[in-house]
């Protein structure tokens, strides 16, 4: 390779570089809109208010569906059962967001959360009120596009709907969940 062509690469790359180190360390303007989706299902709409915080929207949805067979020793048969559990649930809160190091950003985020949960054997369902707190860390690739994950601890109450179902308080470490997240 010869001098032109490395100052001309030389140049390039510190201008791009310069310019995503710039929006690295400035983070989301107000404003910009993401959405996040990660593992365990559902997906987070954010919106800036700052470069440190953002209002977040979130839902999920979980559904599954099990079946059982079981022996009937009087009649020789087996017998089956299927149950479905379904659980959703709508979260409203607010994202702080620290400062870029190495285009690392880490962040806190706490949330109230609203949701259903419903059995199908015997047919019973649950309103669902609590809160939730979450840190975690996301890598930005560029200025619109990171990948991290986060932690969550979340606190639901659950009031049964059925006449004869149990009320009960839930407190819950959900793991580590990897996130990716688009901004515009």
Request: positive net charge; aromatic residues 12%; charged residues 10%.
């Amino acid at each position: 390779m010869t001098g032109s062509p490395r100052i001309l690469a030389g140049a390039l790359f510190l201008l791009f570089g310069s310019q995503t180190a710039r929006a690295q360390s400035d983070g989301a303007a107000a404003g910009t809109w993401a959405v996040e989706g990660g593992t365990f299902g559902g997906g987070s709409l954010l919106r800036f208010r700052s470069p440190s915080s953002a209002m977040v929207l979130g839902a999920s949805v979980f559904l599954t569906r099990m079946d059982v067979s079981d022996f009937d020793p009087a009649t020789g048969q087996l017998t089956s059962t299927s149950t479905t559990f379904t659980s959703s649930q709508l979260r409203l809160g607010f994202r702080h967001y620290g400062d870029s190091r190495n285009h690392i950003r880490h962040f806190s985020t706490l949330s109230a959360i609203v949701g259903y949960n419903s059995s199908g054997f015997p047919s019973q369902g649950a309103l669902v009120l609590g809160g939730a707190g979450d840190v975690g860390a996301a890598y930005f690739f560029t200025p619109h596009v990171s990948m991290g994950g986060a932690g969550e601890l979340s606190g639901t109450y659950e009031k049964s709907t059925a006449s004869n179902g149990r009320n009960r308080f839930d407190v819950t470490f959900s793991g580590v969940r990897l996130l990716g997240t688009v901004y515009f």
